[in-house]
């Protein structure tokens, strides 16, 4: 069965992020295993610090997964700066970090009705400059996400279906 690390943009106790995260893990119970990150833990990124455990069981988390979902909020049209840390922390040595070649997947969300898109497209983009392989289909975004919790998941049949499709399409290529 394939590892499966999801990854929360969000530390919001209410966060449709992670809300989403929660659904789709849900659905997803029998096809793959699956763990969530909890990337609020790790420090402000600074290269000068030494062996943070947060960090490396940041990292190790990362490297044990066969692929990666990441559902992220957008923030000011760009990702939350907990989430560029996190990444950030994995990210080197540069062109050798842990994402080269690292199997993503991207989710955005958003209490607007773009549903996260720019956020999503830096996202992907921040991906790229690190050499890991975003899954191509198409976008996955959440309008109005904050509207659609009940219990802590997100509930939107229709999104969570069109989500799936997707999902299922990437652990195959795993």
């Known amino acids: 069965m394939k590892k499966i690390l999801f990854v929360s943009g969000s530390l919001r106790a209410a966060s449709a992020a992670t809300a989403t995260a929660r659904a789709l893990i849900d659905r997803i119970a029998g096809d793959a295993a699956c763990s969530m ?3 609020g833990t790790l420090p402000h990124y600074n290269a000068d610090l030494g062996d943070d455990p947060a960090v490396t069981g940041w990292v190790a988390e990362l490297q044990a997964a066969d692929g990666l979902v ?3 909020p957008e923030y000011n049209y760009s ?3 907990v989430l560029k840390n996190a990444i950030d922390w994995a990210s080197r040595p ?3 970090s842990v994402f080269k070649g690292k199997k993503c997947f991207v989710i955005s969300v958003s209490g607007g009705a ?3 898109v720019r956020a999503q497209a830096h996202l992907k983009y921040i991906l790229n400059g690190m050499l890991a392989e975003t899954h191509v289909c198409k976008e996955i975004i959440v309008p109005m996400a ?3 919790v009940e219990d802590g998941r997100l509930n939107d049949p229709a999104i969570l279906d069109f ?7 990437f652990i195959a290529s795993l």
């Open 79 to 81: 990702i939350p700066g």
């Open 163 to 169: 989500a799936m499709d997707n999902l299922r399409g």
């Open 146 to 148: 904050n509207t659609k």
């Open 37 to 39: 990150a909890d990337i």
């Open 114 to 116: 773009l549903g996260g």
């Open 70 to 72: 990441f559902i992220t």
């Open 94 to 96: 540069a062109f050798e």
